[in-house]
């Protein structure tokens, strides 16, 4: 049984930043393309970022370009979302998720995802 679990979500002030953190157990961690989606109360799902198995490709929301980074160590099977000058209007709980497919580009829809952890809740505040 695949676990998936997020660590790093907090409250932090609008202009602030965090680093959430990623990790699964399973087998072989590089059979696997990875994103961050994220979840506010009341609205869908969205695609944060995304990274393929050998970090040769990373993708990001429009939104977050320039102020979020995706990073993985394969060695420790974990994935890292770093996130810069955040604001209120990102406040959610963020969640990993895996595809077991090596994608050439991470996948923005969330139907492309088999495994997803419970999330972490992040809070901006004003």
């Known amino acids: 049984q695949v676990q998936v679990e997020e660590s790093g979500g907090g409250l932090v002030q609008a202009g602030g930043s965090l680093r959430l953190s990623c990790t699964a157990s399973?087998?072989?961690?590089?059979?696997?393309?990875i994103a961050w989606f994220r979840q506010a109360p009341g609205k869908n799902r969205e695609f944060v970022a995304g990274i393929t198995w050998n970090s040769d490709r990373t993708n990001y929301a429009d939104s977050v370009k320039g102020r979020f980074s995706i990073s993985r160590d394969n060695a420790k099977n974990t994935v890292y979302l770093q996130m810069n000058r955040l604001n209120a209007e990102e406040t959610a709980v963020y969640l990993c998720?895996?595809?077991?497919?090596?994608?050439?580009?991470?996948?923005?829809?969330?139907?492309?995802?088999?495994?997803w952890g419970q999330g972490t809740q992040v809070t901006v505040s004003s």
């Open positions: 998720t895996l595809a077991p497919v090596r994608w050439s580009e991470a996948p923005t829809q969330d139907i492309y995802y088999t495994y």
């Open positions: 399973v087998r072989t961690f590089t059979s696997y393309t």
